[in-house]
């Protein structure tokens, strides 16, 4: 099989993360993110129809008249709908509600137009953050007890960098960030520590198999055995996520297009960051197998 | 032998399948639009009863499936779901105030699933919308109780500082204080003023007494009702966490509404009467006989009306002070809510009650409740709202030692209402009184086609992925894609069993799960075939493939489910659904990647000797 020499490109590998890290925390800064209804609330309208009146139809006509991220349901009865809107509140908005819906044909009437405020509190926020945070911090003592602290450090610096990455290109476009794609963000996570675990334990293996002590050597051969499972796992996660993007609509758009990327670059630096950060803290075989106690280890052996 | 399971491993792979089918079955059945019915105080509900409201219902020409009632509830299972708001406004009249009516959707789980515990995922308001509930947030009393705290304060400064006075009065934005003349006035107005600062004073001539007026300024006005909705917003989230209500909405609507809106909960009538419930509790020292009447006030107690105690006005803590509470029995076997206060509610009680050794100390709950009664005004039938309120004793001890943070009360008439006391401590209370001003059932917020796009999406991604795998591991990609189907089975059985609500991100969340739980299988077979090109016999090779591979999906999946148990225990609403999805995916796809693939793999070509893999 061909080997490919990954640890040798890392330079580059780095000055690409480094750039996107940039750019990324630059839009966050400067930008923020585009926070959806979920987090920003907006307007409610609430029509009552004379007759009724396929949803569809409505979200047509809404949307046709320039709203965007409009939820459209019946309320009780066939004839009553509530609208949401992700549109600060003012007076006129239900009256120019009315005035799209009536495009339509239909006869309908203005029962109230009010604020709705966010549906996720501070306290979720918060507690989100706190909760990634503290996850982090449980993923890097776990590797450091089943591993090495050095691992840690990589594995720790790799999510980061996927979380980072993923949140910039959601600010970069102004994609609306609500709490699907929050989800997705944590999926990121879960997807590119499982990458980055299935990588490490690869490397552990193989330099306990091997004594030598080029380390380079020996982490581009545990990446080039594992490649073909690399390809493959991303593969059949691409394709799920794709079905998804194109096929989905609408609420699982961002939802797909978060896990695209993050599935991409979590791949990208379960190779180039958690690795090849190993390499750049001086990483070394004897902080895996202490040199003396390795002799007794051999003699064991069979 | 290699790659032979023992029979023990058969059959309990085949019982956890057989779990799983039956657990995830009732996923099958449609559900019904209901009206539930439910006692609230200790009322029953009689057969004669249920079927005057059965008889009223088909009267008007309303089509009921099938009623089920026990002592104190009753769900009617209607046909159509047009009917649903009439026969509910139609039940509601016929019953007084003791009985909760509301809105529902019932499964139709097959009794014998029923009787093994089986029940169908919940849908979440993007996919099958659920109850809205409307709160309107009482604002006036928002006002009158930060006016009443601060009269409890003032009323004890003045004592402190020895200056009589006749009374104090809420009324409207104001506190009026009364007292004996303009000199006890004018030194009252100075000492108030220096510590309460942001009211506006005026002197108002009372007649025999002098009188003090303090008004709260807009500004205070507007900055109390914004920490009235915003508090009452956090509570109302606690409680329907605390409800295990997963993926339900709570959002500001307007100057002074809540909207509450809960995906198919399976006991509305319980739920609103727990978002509703704008219950506390007060602890107040017992009267003295020499105590003056203006510091006093008579309150009877809650199970026994004609009995009634005198007890001071002033509050030493409320069930504000709260900071956990759980229920547990008392020695005679009668329920109990065991109470912990927070730092400076102990305070505040170990102060009051070290001096007071042998007096009484009361213990009220106190209700905000709204009647609402339906009137003929104008020809036409209009509701009507009377706010009361409803106090009463539900102990009177005497005070033993001096109390720290943590103790019990008792008193309380069943087990349900220590229950539900106990969760309205936990959760916080309400920083005003709220009542519902509308109640609907409200369609999913996710078009049709919408939906179907996503079940669609999900359905072709699932397809490619047992294509991939075939084209990729040929037989073993059989393995892996039944292995596949038995993880969604289970997946969704052990939701079901959860009673997790599933919402679109959710499905997208179980699908993206799977696309990674072939993961196992990939690991596996790509080791069988390294193992292979290292020129090992076959069946060697599959043995060291599983046994090499297995250290590599541990590691792998135990760190994710490491983050997941922390999102869970940490996370909120949302962020906790979602780690349900994932930590049991990962729980399922470790079974089925690892023990099922393998038992099948065992079972077909296990210790046969064969010249080439199809791998």
Redesign the interface.
């Known amino acids: 099989m061909r080997q490919f020499d990954f640890m040798g490109k890392r330079r580059l590998a780095f000055f690409v993360s480094g750039a996107l890290i940039l750019i990324s925390v630059a839009a966050l800064l400067f930008q923020q993110l585009n926070l959806g209804l979920d987090f920003t609330g907006g307007t409610l309208v609430e029509v009552r129809y004379a007759a009724p009146v396929a949803l569809d139809t409505i979200r047509q006509l809404l949307e046709s008249a320039g709203y965007q991220n409009v939820s459209v349901q019946t309320f009780g009865a066939t004839t009553d709908v509530l609208v949401r809107l992700q549109q600060a509140f003012d007076p006129a908005v239900g009256e120019q509600v009315i005035q799209a819906l009536r495009q339509g044909g239909e006869s309908v009437d203005l029962i109230r137009a009010e604020f709705v405020g966010s549906q996720v509190g501070d306290q979720l926020r918060d507690q989100s953050g706190l909760g990634m945070l503290v996850a982090m911090a449980g993923v890097a003592l776990y590797v450091a007890i089943r591993f090495q602290y050095k691992f840690a450090i990589g594995a720790l610096v790799a999510l980061v960098h996927d979380v980072i990455i993923v949140l910039g290109v959601f600010s970069i476009f102004q994609l609306d960030f609500d709490l699907t794609a929050l989800a997705a963000v944590l999926a990121v996570i879960g997807y590119s520590l499982n990458d980055t675990i299935i990588i490490f334990d690869r490397i552990r293996e193989n330099i306990r198999k091997s004594r030598s002590e080029d380390m380079p050597m020996i982490f581009n051969e545990a990446i080039n055995q594992t490649l073909a499972r690399t390809l493959a796992t991303s593969g059949t996660t691409l394709l799920v996520l794709l079905a998804l993007l194109l096929l989905g609509g609408d609420t699982i758009h961002n939802f797909a297009l978060a896990l695209i990327i993050g599935v991409g670059i979590g791949t990208f630096s379960s190779i180039y960051v958690a690795s090849a950060l190993l390499l750049v803290i001086g990483f070394r075989r004897e902080d895996m197998i202490p040199a003396p106690k390795e002799n007794a280890e051999e003699d064991e052996l069979p | 032998m290699l790659n032979r399971y023992p029979l023990w491993k058969y059959l309990l792979i085949l019982c956890v399948l057989v779990a799983g089918l039956i657990y995830a079955l009732p996923n099958l059945y449609p559900e019904d639009p209901a009206i539930q019915v439910s006692s609230s105080g200790g009322a029953t509900l009689e057969e004669s009863q249920v079927e005057r409201l059965r008889d009223a219902l088909s009267e008007a020409d309303i089509a009921v499936k099938r009623v089920e009632s026990d002592d104190n509830s009753a769900l009617f299972r209607l046909k159509s779901d047009?009917d649903q708001?009439e026969a509910r406004d139609i039940v509601a009249e016929m019953l007084d105030d003791d009985y909760t009516v509301a809105l529902n959707l019932a499964e139709s789980t097959p009794a014998w699933l029923e009787s093994l515990g089986a029940a169908p995922m919940n849908l979440g308001l993007?996919l099958r919308?659920g109850v809205?509930f409307a709160l309107q947030v009482d604002m006036q009393a928002a006002l009158t109780q930060r006016l009443e705290v601060n009269a409890s304060a003032i009323r004890q400064l003045l004592r402190s500082e020895n200056i009589r006075y006749r009374d104090t009065q809420v009324e409207g934005n104001s506190l009026t204080l009364a007292f004996a003349n303009a000199e006890d006035r004018s030194e009252a107005r100075e000492l108030i003023g220096n510590q309460f600062p942001d009211f506006q004073y005026e002197n108002r001539d009372g007649g025999q007494t002098a009188v003090l007026a303090m008004s709260l300024t807009q500004q205070q006005i507007d900055e109390i009702q914004d920490y009235a909705i915003s508090q009452n917003?956090?509570t109302l989230?606690n409680r329907v966490n605390e409800l295990g209500v997963a993926e339900a909405?709570?959002?500001?609507?307007?100057p002074d509404?809540i909207?509450v809106e809960l995906p198919g909960v399976q006991d509305t009538a319980a739920a609103k009467r727990v978002v509703g419930a704008t219950a506390n509790l007060e602890f107040r020292l017992a009267a003295r006989p020499d105590t003056p009447d203006s510091e006093t006030e008579t309150i009877a107690f809650r199970n026994d009306e004609s009995r009634t105690a005198e007890v001071m006005r002033d509050v030493i803590i409320t069930g504000d002070s709260v900071s956990s509470a759980s229920t547990s029995f008392d020695e005679n076997g009668r329920p109990q809510v065991n109470i912990n206060l927070d730092g400076t509610g102990g305070t505040l009680m170990n102060n009051a009650t070290r001096s007071n050794i042998g007096r009484g100390m009361a213990v009220i709950y106190i209700d905000n409740k709204t009647r609402t009664r339906m009137v003929m005004e104008d020809g036409k039938r209009v509701e009507k709202r009377i706010p009361y309120v409803e106090r009463g004793i539900i102990s009177l001890a005497t005070i033993q030692s001096a109390l720290s943070n943590r103790f019990r009360i008792t008193g309380l008439d069943s087990p349900t209402e220590a229950d539900e006391l106990a969760l309205l401590l936990r959760s916080g209370s309400l920083a005003a009184p709220i009542y519902f001003v509308a109640e609907?059932?409200?369609?999913?917020?996710?078009?049709?086609?919408?939906i179907e796009?996503?079940v669609?999406?999900?359905q072709?991604?699932?397809l490619?992925?047992v294509l991939?795998?075939l084209v990729?591991y040929r037989a073993f990609g059989v393995v892996a894609n039944l292995a596949l189907m038995t993880n969604l089975i289970l997946l969704v059985a052990a939701m079901s069993m959860l009673g997790a609500t599933l919402t679109?991100?959710g499905i997208?969340?179980i699908?993206?799960t799977?696309?990674?739980a072939?993961?196992a299988n990939?690991?596996i077979f790509?080791r069988i075939?390294?193992e292979i090109r290292a020129k090992l016999p076959i069946q060697q090779a599959i043995h060291a493939g599983y046994e090499?591979a297995f250290?590599?999906i541990l590691?792998?999946?135990?760190?994710?489910l490491?983050?997941?148990v922390?999102?869970f225990s940490?996370?909120?609403?949302?962020?906790k659904g979602?780690?349900v999805t994932?930590s049991l995916g990962i729980l399922t796809s470790l079974f089925t990647g690892i023990m099922v693939s393998r038992a099948m793999v065992n079972l077909s070509i296990g210790g046969k000797p064969l010249k080439k893999l199809w791998i």
Request: charged share 15%.
């Open positions: 047009d708001l993007d919308g809205h917003i956090t989230r909405l709570v959002q500001r609507q307007g509404r909207v609907r059932t409200i369609g999913p917020s996710l078009g049709q086609a919408n796009q996503g669609l999406s999900v072709i991604g699932m490619l992925v991939f795998m990729r679109m991100p997208a969340g699908v993206l799977l696309g990674m072939v993961d990939v690991l790509e075939r390294e090499r250290t590599s590691d792998g999946n135990l760190t994710t490491l983050v997941a922390i999102l940490i996370g909120t609403g949302p962020v979602f780690a994932l």
